[in-house]
């Protein structure tokens, strides 16, 4: 691994791991409360809806973005296995062995480089242009050639519904939902059966997994044989032998295949319908746009080049 030091004018830190750790004691607590007096049932219901909400839409495979306001300058420095991040108040080390990701992103208009640790803590170091973010994740041994290049791509909802539809699912998962656990619970606590839990063992995971697939945070794998679209539970390779162009717009980089059809890797939410069709790129890419599209063209040219 290289040396490198930089000037960052933002350094972030995400504990992640911190708050689901927060979200499973409230769930279990709240589980825990419901089974030994069920009375108890009217308070501990929201606690147990907000920690499901929230274990949702924090994935451990997924980077959360910092809060706005959270980063500080830094010194940023690449030595032997150590990322040293040196800031006003403290000095912190992130251990080479320990980070499980790297990769560069978008955030508040600006590039960062992404450092994902493992149970999903992160570090958003804020650098000044694409070469910059190139040049750290070298030293740090998470160049394109030196590890599978990442990128984190929105939820299928997200990619396909408008921000009033969105809402309006979430709102529909909550009210069908709000039922089903209390109801399971009152039922265990009342009379438990083999029967009933091993109805619920199995209805329980197959009425979890489409809005887990729905909502769930999205990765983008480039190798040197294709893009490999990772979410809940699914995996999806698109084979570069099947890819004849790239291009990107401002919801994302589009793969062309031959015959006319297209495969978004959305970077971005979908705002409005007006915005579902792909058009010419526009005159300044979002950076985490930008960076896959360049990445997934140098891939495709050095496979052709085989």
């Known amino acids: 691994m290289n040396s490198l030091r930089i000037e960052s ?8 791991r911190r708050a689901r750790i927060a979200a499973w004691s409230v769930l279990l607590g709240a589980a825990a409360l419901t089974a030994a007096a069920p009375v108890l049932l009217v308070i501990t219901q929201w606690g147990m809806v907000v920690a499901v909400l929230f274990l949702i839409s924090h994935p451990t495979s997924a980077a959360p973005t910092p809060r706005r306001g959270s980063a500080r300058p830094a010194t940023v420095a690449v030595e032997g296995d150590e990322i040293v991040v040196a800031q006003a108040a403290r000095t912190t080390r992130l251990q080479r062995a320990r980070l499980e990701a790297g990769w560069i992103d978008g955030f508040a208009g600006q590039h960062h480089v992404v450092f994902r640790g493992r149970g999903g803590d992160a570090a958003w ?6 070469a910059e973010a190139s040049a750290l994740l070298r ?9 599978v290049f990442s ?5 299928v909802a997200a990619e396909r519904l408008t921000r009033a539809e969105r809402f309006g699912l979430i709102c529909l998962a ?14 265990l606590w009342s009379g438990p059966t083999a029967l009933l839990a091993a109805v619920l063992a199995v209805a329980v995971p197959l009425l979890a997994y489409p809005p887990l697939r729905l909502l769930g945070a999205r990765t983008a794998l480039v190798g040197t044989d294709g893009v490999t679209i990772k979410g809940f539970f699914h995996r999806r390779l698109i084979p570069f032998a099947l890819v004849t162009g790239a291009s990107a ?7 062309a295949h031959p015959g006319g059809a297209r ?10 319908k007006g915005s579902a069709a792909a058009g010419p790129a526009p005159a300044r890419l979002a950076a985490s ?10 891939a495709m040219a050095a496979q052709s080049g085989q």
């Open 263 to 272: 495969t978004l890797l959305p970077t971005m939410a979908r705002m409005s």
């Open 289 to 298: 746009t930008e960076v896959l599209l360049a990445r997934v063209r140098e």
């Open 174 to 187: 909550v009210c069908m939902g709000y039922p089903t656990a209390p109801i399971a619970l009152i039922a």
């Open 249 to 255: 717009d401002e919801r994302g980089v589009w793969l």
């Open 151 to 155: 990128s984190r791509l929105v939820s």
């Open 125 to 130: 170091i804020r650098v000044r242009g694409a």
């Open 9 to 16: 004018e933002g350094v972030a830190f995400v504990h992640a």
């Open 139 to 147: 030293a740090a041994g998470f160049a394109a050639d030196q590890h």
